[in-house]
């Protein structure tokens, strides 16, 4: 060793513990918000029987996806196949906890990634920090989580945001980097307030680019959902944990096969929000 | 006008601002755009002036006819009337009926309209308009080009035009500023850089060009001295003829209105029969008006020989052109 041995560990420690002591009060706001989030989520996708709402879903996802017939068509199927394995409350808690996470870092990523592009300084500090949040591997997320909200559904989900933030900000930041210099030009030279500027030119011409970020940020939340069952989250997660710790393979592959329906539903639904160029 | 990076862009954005000139002032209807503060700026930017760009610039999330509004719907004017504004702006430029269109889905020369339209639908007092038809094929360049001088015709504003095409300058420009690193080399009309270049650098930009085109009737002309009344007599013209070396005189009224042109061949014989000026005076005389380029004057010459009078709206003579005159125009241009 060249350098003494240096305290990394134990001062991240003390600081979470420090943090947790000080901040605790905050935290249990926070966590009552999430869990206030969750089951809000929750109630919504369990409101209707399954069968009203494949076809409320096949309905929106029609229309949300400017009428994509394969893509509707496509989502009833594969929510008929979740419900014939039994596997639809845990499907829709899944859900939930993915759009819980992934609209708590949208509400965070997006404007953090708009900040990034108009302020260099902001930009700097941001960068590095996200490509420690990315490289850091998933699993670490889970510890601190644990230490400031418990086990459950909310360090889970804490931990989901924290992992799926980065795309969002940084597509948010590239898609206004890449306006075309004369569009903003033009907006200037028309008079625009800079709030007019950015929402009326700079975030619609970056709309693809900031969806390809939402797209990103909701896969990465429905990957992290799964491995944060190791930290009480529940759903289809769970559900393959179990099956993981009973070797049990015919459960832990429907959970599986659950996870995928669900995943390609979602990624297909948000590629298909915004019309291609 | 000027070259490729002499700094035409730059010199235009000044004039709104988007890039801040370190010294000077921008005046439009006194108020200095230079020092303004950014609330009062945003207000110019509105009302008074707007812009036009190489390549085009529409926002591609929005149809034709939002386009179009975007000025209007900046300035917070209500759906309804910005869309009557932006309709009229549409006819304007020759596309209605294409309102609702995508405007990728338009070719070349129709997306400029559009940009032209967004800039007319404010009604600004200063259109500026950078290299705005150079990305198009030179047929529709052409086009625009008549068009936009239609256009000025009824609307006469004021409109700062970038080029890098001398041709179109001197067809688009009431004033040319020739530009060159950065500076303003000349300013003056077609006519003025083309006799009078400032120095070096602008008569060799000018050398090339094809002075018939730009120069008219006016610029060539001889004074129309001497010429005689139709109520002399025969005897009077030839004797004034005769003291100038002329072979023909124009024949003018009291009002100095030109009334025909008498031919020293013509009018000697007559002389002696006692015939007036009136009885052998040709009236089959070419008669145009000052601003007529000099490459329409030359077929005229060449198909009549008698000199050419050129007159003011009220028929009186201002000057003639002979053939001696077209010769020397066109021996300037080999003199630079
Ligand atoms: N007056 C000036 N002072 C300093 N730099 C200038 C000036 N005018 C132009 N430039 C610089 O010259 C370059 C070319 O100018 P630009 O306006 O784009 O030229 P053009 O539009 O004629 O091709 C730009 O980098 C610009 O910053
Ligand atoms: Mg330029």
Same mark, same amino acid.
């Given at each position: %060793?060249?350098?003494?041995?240096?305290?990394?560990?134990?001062?991240?420690?003390?600081?979470?513990?420090?943090?947790?002591?000080?901040?605790?009060?905050?935290?249990? #706001?926070?966590?009552?918000?999430?869990?206030? @989030?969750?089951?809000?989520?929750?109630?919504?996708?369990?409101?209707?029987?399954?069968?009203?709402?494949?076809?409320?879903?096949?309905?929106?996802?029609?229309?949300?996806?400017?009428?994509?017939?394969?893509?509707?068509?496509?989502?009833?199927?594969?929510?008929?196949?979740?419900?014939?394995? *039994?596997?639809?409350?845990?499907?829709?808690?899944?859900?939930?906890?993915? @759009?819980?996470?992934?609209?708590?870092?949208?509400?965070?990523?997006?404007?953090?990634?708009?900040?990034?592009?108009?302020?260099?300084?902001?930009?700097?500090?941001?960068?590095?920090?996200?490509?420690?949040?990315?490289?850091?591997?998933?699993?670490?997320?889970?510890?601190?989580?644990?230490?400031?909200?418990?086990? *459950?559904?909310?360090?889970?989900?804490?931990? &989901?945001?924290?992992?799926?933030?980065?795309?969002? #900000?940084?597509?948010?930041?590239?898609?206004?980097?890449?306006?075309?210099?004369?569009?903003?030009?033009?907006?200037?030279?028309?008079?625009? &307030?800079?709030?007019?500027?950015?929402?009326?030119?700079?975030?619609?011409?970056?709309?693809?680019?900031?969806?390809?970020?939402?797209?990103?940020?909701? %896969?990465?939340?429905?990957? %992290?959902?799964?491995?944060?069952?190791? #930290?009480?989250?529940?759903?289809?997660?769970?559900?393959?944990?179990?099956?993981?710790?009973?070797?049990?393979?015919?459960?832990?592959?429907?959970?599986?096969?659950? #996870?995928?329906?669900?995943?390609?539903?979602?990624?297909?639904?948000?590629?298909?929000? &915004?019309?291609?160029? | 006008?000027?070259?490729?990076?002499?700094?035409?862009?730059?010199?235009?954005?000044?004039?709104?601002?988007?890039?801040?000139?370190?010294?000077?002032?921008?005046?439009?209807?006194?108020?200095?755009?230079?020092?303004?503060?950014?609330?009062?700026?945003?207000?110019?930017?509105?009302?008074?002036?707007?812009?036009?760009?190489?390549?085009?610039?529409?926002?591609?999330?929005?149809?034709?006819?939002?386009?179009?509004?975007?000025?209007?719907?900046?300035?917070?004017?209500?759906?309804?009337? !910005?869309?009557?504004?932006?309709?009229?702006?549409?006819?304007?430029?020759?596309?209605?009926?294409?309102?609702?269109?995508?405007?990728?889905?338009?070719?070349?020369?129709?997306?400029?309209?559009?940009?032209?339209?967004?800039?007319?639908?404010?009604?600004?007092?200063?259109?500026?308009?950078?290299?705005?038809?150079?990305?198009?094929?030179?047929?529709?360049?052409?086009?625009?080009?008549?068009?936009?001088?239609?256009?000025?015709?009824?609307?006469?504003?004021?409109?700062?035009?970038?080029?890098?095409?001398?041709?179109?300058?001197?067809?688009?420009?009431? !004033?040319?500023?020739?530009?060159?690193?950065?500076?303003?080399?000349?300013?003056?009309?077609?006519?003025?850089?083309?006799?009078?270049?400032?120095?070096?650098?602008?008569?060799?930009?000018?050398?090339?060009?094809?002075?018939?085109?730009?120069?008219?009737?006016?610029?060539?002309?001889?004074?129309?001295?001497?010429?005689?009344?139709?109520?002399?007599?025969?005897?009077?013209?030839?004797?004034?003829?005769?003291?100038?070396?002329?072979?023909?005189?124009?024949?003018?009224?009291?009002?100095?209105?030109?009334?025909?042109?008498?031919?020293?061949?013509?009018?000697?014989?007559?002389?002696?029969?006692?015939?007036?000026? !009136?009885?052998?005076?040709?009236?089959?005389?070419?008669?145009?008006?000052?601003?007529?380029?000099?490459?329409?004057?030359?077929?005229?010459?060449?198909?009549?020989?008698?000199?050419?009078?050129?007159?003011?709206?009220?028929?009186?003579?201002?000057?003639?052109?002979?053939?001696?005159?077209?010769?020397?125009?066109?021996?300037?241009?080999?003199?630079?």
């Amino acid at each position: %060793m060249v350098l003494p041995e240096l305290p990394i560990g134990e001062a991240v420690e003390t600081g979470v513990y420090w943090l947790n002591d000080n901040f605790g009060f905050l935290m249990d #706001i926070f966590s009552d918000l999430i869990d206030m @989030l969750i089951s809000g989520f929750k109630d919504v996708l369990l409101f209707l029987p399954p069968f009203a709402f494949i076809i409320v879903a096949a309905i929106l996802i029609y229309l949300g996806s400017r009428k994509n017939l394969k893509l509707a068509i496509g989502s009833v199927v594969g929510f008929l196949l979740i419900d014939s394995m *039994g596997l639809w409350t845990l499907s829709m808690e899944t859900i939930a906890l993915v @759009l819980s996470s992934a609209l708590v870092a949208l509400l965070i990523g997006i404007p953090t990634g708009i900040l990034a592009a108009k302020n260099e300084t902001i930009f700097h500090i941001v960068k590095p920090v996200l490509d420690f949040m990315q490289t850091m591997p998933s699993f670490v997320y889970l510890i601190p989580a644990v230490i400031f909200f418990g086990l *459950g559904n909310v360090p889970g989900l804490v931990a &989901t945001i924290v992992f799926a933030m980065p795309p969002a #900000i940084r597509l948010t930041n590239l898609g206004i980097r890449q306006v075309p210099v004369e569009l903003d030009e033009v907006a200037s030279a028309f008079g625009t &307030t800079p709030m007019q500027k950015l929402f009326k030119v700079e975030l619609p011409v970056a709309l693809p680019t900031i969806m390809a970020g939402v797209n990103q940020c909701i %896969m990465l939340s429905l990957s %992290m959902v799964v491995i944060a069952a190791m #930290i009480g989250a529940r759903g289809l997660g769970y559900q393959v944990l179990v099956g993981i710790q009973r070797v049990d393979i015919g459960q832990g592959f429907e959970a599986g096969i659950g #996870i995928v329906i669900i995943a390609i539903i979602l990624d297909r639904l948000t590629q298909n929000l &915004t019309p291609k160029k | 006008m000027g070259l490729s990076g002499s700094g035409k862009s730059t010199l235009l954005r000044c004039l709104n601002r988007l890039i801040n000139p370190s010294e000077g002032h921008i005046l439009i209807d006194g108020d200095d755009i230079a020092t303004m503060d950014d609330k009062d700026l945003r207000e110019a930017r509105r009302k008074k002036m707007s812009m036009v760009f190489q390549s085009f610039a529409l926002l591609p999330h929005r149809t034709v006819i939002d386009n179009v509004a975007f000025g209007l719907e900046i300035q917070g004017i209500s759906k309804e009337e !910005r869309y009557a504004k932006a309709e009229e702006a549409i006819s304007k430029v020759g596309l209605k009926g294409y309102g609702s269109s995508k405007t990728s889905q338009l070719s070349g020369g129709m997306q400029q309209r559009v940009g032209l339209a967004r800039a007319l639908a404010t009604d600004p007092d200063v259109l500026l308009m950078d290299e705005a038809f150079s990305a198009l094929d030179p047929l529709i360049r052409s086009e625009m080009q008549d068009e936009l001088i239609a256009l000025q015709d009824k609307l006469k504003k004021t409109i700062v035009f970038v080029s890098h095409d001398l041709d179109e300058a001197l067809k688009l420009g009431d !004033r040319i500023a020739i530009m060159k690193d950065g500076m303003v080399a000349q300013i003056g009309t077609a006519e003025e850089i083309l006799t009078n270049p400032a120095d070096d650098y602008v008569s060799e930009f000018v050398a090339g060009v094809d002075r018939t085109k730009i120069l008219t009737a006016e610029n060539i002309m001889k004074r129309p001295d001497p010429v005689v009344s139709v109520n002399s007599g025969l005897p009077v013209a030839l004797q004034l003829m005769k003291k100038h070396g002329m072979s023909s005189i124009f024949v003018v009224d009291a009002d100095k209105k030109i009334k025909g042109i008498l031919c020293v061949d013509a009018a000697a014989p007559a002389a002696k029969e006692h015939k007036g000026i !009136r009885d052998v005076m040709r009236t089959d005389i070419n008669i145009i008006t000052p601003d007529m380029p000099i490459k329409e004057i030359i077929p005229m010459m060449a198909e009549n020989a008698l000199p050419i009078a050129v007159i003011n709206e009220n028929e009186k003579i201002l000057g003639v052109i002979v053939r001696g005159s077209i010769l020397g125009a066109l021996a300037m241009k080999e003199e630079d």
